[in-house]
């Protein structure tokens, strides 16, 4: 799993923009998501993967190379280009289920043709909607994303955060294949897809979006992806085995390109939404690692803290970690630490959590680091010594 994810070796897959590709055609899709309390889960996703990744990267291969698009998956995502046509069903089942005001709709298409790509701040006075807030979209808004949704429309860019949407003829590379998929087509592609970027998984985990699916196309996908197992498994494309009791499948050729060793071992601090514990009952399951996100919970009942963040040793999950980049101080303000009990406070232990750290406070643009506490007195005492420490 952890060598699929791009996460067991540094660098495995490469630098640069050209590794940003790889790495999103390779774990298949990234979540967008607006919390920045550290930085915004697709920015660090892919910066645990690439280590000279810049959000230039990612806006490069969306608005210039057009080698990905956004859309949903589970949640909004950047996916690759190449996959497209297997949306088409999405988008044409979403479009039979919502339907857009057909005057609004022809001005926005009007002006999008007229004007260019366009945000949603410019339809503000379309409606004469005034929004109470986040939550209030106004009849545009809502328009634009219906639009979106069904494929009429695609983000271009984003500016700020901001969806900048224009006309999917004008975003769409004329390559793309556009036939529509049949529904067996579309079984072995989640079936291929999500099992070479899991590594292994259960049939539910490979159509771990299938919900959306069947609400936006009226398909129950897991009956496709189900019957594509079997037709794989028969054709030794795939193959099946019990772990901790339950049916897993994995690529025939996958275990023959895991390394034998894993090498020396590296410290990541994970995104809550990244893609390999995106998923909290897989995680349990495999990893024996019991975490939530505990931004949506009352203060009150945290556990942990609002924004904790997986810690990856070498090939365990050993801890969490609340933190928070402070940017004007230019201070990462570290709330707590909390290591599982079998994590062992040794001498490589400290080392690759201090280096870790630092090379985290640095991605942040932070200059020094504050740590409030952690649970475990020998750490905090180890960690004192650091010279970046205030």
């Given at each position: 799993?952890?060598?699929?994810?791009?996460?067991?070796?540094?660098?495995?897959?490469?630098?640069?923009?050209?590794?940003?590709?790889r790495?999103?055609q390779q774990?298949?899709?990234?979540?967008?998501d607006t919390?920045?309390?550290v930085e915004?889960?697709?920015?660090?996703v892919l910066?645990?993967?690439?280590?000279?990744?810049?959000?230039a990267m990612?806006e490069?291969?969306?608005?210039k190379?057009?080698?990905i698009?956004?859309?949903?998956?589970?949640?909004?995502?950047?996916?690759?280009?190449?996959?497209y046509?297997y949306y088409?069903?999405?988008m044409?089942?979403?479009?039979?289920?919502?339907t857009?005001?057909?005057?609004?709709r022809?001005e926005i298409?009007s002006?999008i043709?007229?004007?260019?790509?366009l945000?949603?701040r410019?339809f503000e006075?379309?409606?004469?909607?005034k929004?109470g807030?986040?939550?209030?979209?106004?009849?545009?808004k809502?328009?634009?994303e219906?639009?979106?949704?069904?494929?009429?429309?695609?983000?271009?860019?984003r500016?700020?955060?901001q969806?900048?949407?224009?006309?999917?003829?004008?975003?769409?590379?004329g390559?793309?294949?556009?036939?529509?998929?049949t529904?067996q087509?579309?079984?072995?592609?989640?079936?291929?897809?999500?099992?070479a970027a899991?590594g292994v998984?259960?049939?539910?985990?490979i159509?771990?979006?299938?919900?959306?699916?069947k609400?936006?196309?009226n398909?129950?996908?897991?009956?496709?992806?189900d019957?594509?197992?079997?037709e794989?498994?028969e054709s030794?494309?795939?193959?099946q085995?019990?772990?901790?009791?339950?049916k897993y499948y994995?690529?025939?050729?996958?275990?023959?390109?895991?390394?034998?060793?894993?090498?020396?071992?590296?410290m990541r601090?994970?995104?809550?939404?990244?893609?390999l514990v995106?998923?909290r009952?897989?995680?349990?399951?495999?990893?024996?690692?019991?975490?939530?996100?505990?931004?949506y919970?009352?203060a009150?009942k945290r556990?942990?803290g609002y924004?904790t963040?997986?810690i990856l040793?070498g090939d365990?999950?050993i801890?969490?970690?609340?933190?928070?980049a402070?940017?004007?101080?230019?201070?990462?303000?570290?709330n707590?630490?909390?290591?599982?009990?079998?994590t062992?406070?040794?001498?490589?232990?400290?080392d690759?959590?201090?280096?870790?750290l630092?090379?985290?406070?640095l991605d942040?643009?932070?200059?020094?680091?504050?740590i409030?506490?952690?649970d475990?007195?020998?750490?905090?005492?180890?960690?004192?010594?650091?010279?970046l420490?205030?």
């Amino acid at each position: 799993m952890l060598h699929i994810q791009g996460l067991l070796r540094k660098q495995k897959l490469g630098r640069g923009i050209n590794a940003v590709h790889r790495v999103i055609q390779q774990i298949h899709y990234v979540q967008i998501d607006t919390i920045s309390v550290v930085e915004r889960s697709h920015h660090h996703v892919l910066h645990s993967r690439v280590p000279n990744y810049t959000p230039a990267m990612l806006e490069g291969l969306l608005s210039k190379r057009q080698a990905i698009f956004e859309y949903w998956f589970h949640a909004a995502a950047y996916l690759p280009m190449a996959d497209y046509r297997y949306y088409l069903p999405i988008m044409a089942g979403y479009k039979q289920r919502q339907t857009v005001d057909k005057k609004l709709r022809r001005e926005i298409i009007s002006r999008i043709k007229a004007e260019g790509p366009l945000q949603s701040r410019d339809f503000e006075n379309l409606s004469g909607h005034k929004s109470g807030g986040w939550w209030d979209w106004k009849p545009s808004k809502r328009a634009l994303e219906s639009l979106f949704l069904s494929g009429e429309l695609m983000v271009r860019e984003r500016r700020g955060f901001q969806k900048v949407y224009d006309l999917t003829e004008n975003v769409l590379p004329g390559h793309v294949d556009m036939s529509w998929p049949t529904e067996q087509q579309r079984g072995h592609y989640y079936a291929r897809r999500m099992l070479a970027a899991l590594g292994v998984a259960q049939a539910k985990e490979i159509g771990y979006a299938r919900s959306t699916v069947k609400y936006f196309s009226n398909h129950n996908i897991q009956n496709s992806i189900d019957s594509s197992l079997q037709e794989m498994l028969e054709s030794g494309e795939v193959t099946q085995f019990d772990l901790n009791g339950l049916k897993y499948y994995c690529l025939s050729d996958v275990l023959a390109r895991v390394p034998k060793k894993m090498g020396r071992k590296h410290m990541r601090f994970l995104s809550p939404f990244d893609n390999l514990v995106i998923n909290r009952k897989r995680l349990l399951e495999l990893f024996d690692f019991d975490y939530q996100l505990e931004c949506y919970v009352p203060a009150e009942k945290r556990k942990y803290g609002y924004f904790t963040l997986p810690i990856l040793f070498g090939d365990e999950l050993i801890g969490r970690m609340d933190c928070k980049a402070e940017r004007k101080q230019h201070r990462l303000r570290i709330n707590n630490i909390w290591l599982e009990p079998k994590t062992r406070l040794n001498e490589k232990f400290i080392d690759a959590l201090t280096l870790a750290l630092h090379s985290y406070m640095l991605d942040l643009g932070c200059e020094r680091i504050s740590i409030v506490k952690t649970d475990s007195k020998t750490l905090m005492q180890q960690l004192a010594t650091m010279p970046l420490l205030q």
